[in-house]
Structures are given as C-alpha cells and as structure tokens.
C-alpha cells in the first residue's frame, strides 16, 4: 500500500498562515496528479487543491488567492501554503491523488483550526 503522511497543522488566528506537508510513499509519486483534501465537522471531504505532475496547480473557489499548492517529486512531498485562513478553513486537511481516479488508502489527516 501507499502510505500518506500529512503534518504542519496546527491551532493559528484568523488572518494568519500555515504550510502543510505530505510525503508520500510510492515511486510513482512524481507520475501522480495530487490534491489536498479537507474535512470539516458534519462535512463531506472536499477537494481543496490539485496539482499535476509538472506542478500545474487548481483551486476551489473558496481557497483561490489564499492557498497555494506546490511539490517537490525529488522528495515525494507536496505542501500546501495558506494564507489569510479563516474560521471557515477549520477542518482536518489530507492529501492524496486527485482527479478521475481511485484515491490510495487515506492517511491520518492533520488538523487545522482557526479561531481567536
């Protein structure tokens, strides 16, 4: 199995920053379309972010301007930069594939929550 390890959450203000990570463990990592997902209390999981292998970035409207998604397919890792986080953003953020295919065994997850 792919293993997906995501870190840099953590508890920021409204207004402030973070910048997640996710390392994955495939050798195919720098053939793969990634995304960051996020779920929030009593919400779906949703699609915040993807990026193609040749660091073609998209958002969700609701993040475009704010987050910034980039990787580094030398070091199978993919960040995800976020900017002027709001309450809305609060959610536990995972990473995976992305786009019309099956996504690998979803990781632990890490939790961001914005409030004052």
């Known amino acids: 199995q792919v293993q997906l390890v995501e870190s840099g959450g953590g508890l920021v203000q409204p207004g402030g920053s973070l910048r997640l990570s996710c390392v994955a463990s495939t050798s195919i990592f720098s053939f793969l379309t990634m995304g960051w997902y996020r779920q929030a209390p009593g919400k779906q999981r949703e699609l915040v972010a993807s990026i193609t292998p040749g660091s073609i970035p998209n958002y969700a409207d609701s993040v475009k301007g704010r987050f910034t998604i980039s990787r580094d397919n030398a070091k199978n890792t993919m960040y995800l930069q976020m900017n002027s986080l709001t309450p809305e953003d609060t959610a536990v953020y995972y990473c995976?594939?992305?786009?019309?295919?099956?996504?690998?065994?979803w990781g632990q997850g890490t939790q961001v929550t914005v409030s004052s």
């Open positions: 995976n594939r992305a786009g019309p295919v099956n996504r690998y065994q």
